[in-house]
């Protein structure tokens, strides 16, 4: 079982990235994913959240509108488009899984965690 983060870099404010975040082991179709991230120095923060039984999707109000959440199930992967980045959304970015689907504010009690992909965004 394993959790495949990717797509992180380096990019200038107001430029994108795209991140995915591949299952194997098992399938996505029946849990929430979920992406957090942590800078240096703050705490985890829950990013964005898909349930991949209705494709319904949770948002922290620091991404709304700029970063979107999607799933592949054919690849088993979803995907976090992030667009019109700024310095601030500098940090390691996670994916994780719970099963069921997504809660108000996205993945509670994770079953299983990926690794981190470095995104720094340069002003």
């Known amino acids: 079982v394993q959790l495949q983060a990717s797509g992180g870099g380096l990019v200038q404010a107001g430029g994108s990235l795209r991140l995915s975040c591949t299952a194997s082991g098992f399938t996505l179709a029946y849990y929430a994913v979920g992406w957090f991230r942590q800078a240096p120095g703050k705490e985890s923060e829950g990013v964005s959240c898909i349930s991949s039984s209705d494709e319904s999707t949770v948002y922290a109000d620091s991404v709304k509108g700029r970063f979107t959440i999607s799933s592949d199930n054919a690849r088993n992967t979803v995907y976090l488009q992030m667009n019109s980045l700024k310095p601030e959304d500098t940090a390691d970015y996670y994916c994780?899984?719970?099963?069921?689907?997504?809660?108000?504010?996205?993945?509670?009690?994770?079953?299983?965690w990926g690794q981190g992909t470095q995104v720094t965004v340069s002003s």
């Open positions: 994780a899984v719970e099963i069921g689907p997504c809660g108000d504010y996205g993945i509670y009690d994770p079953d299983y």
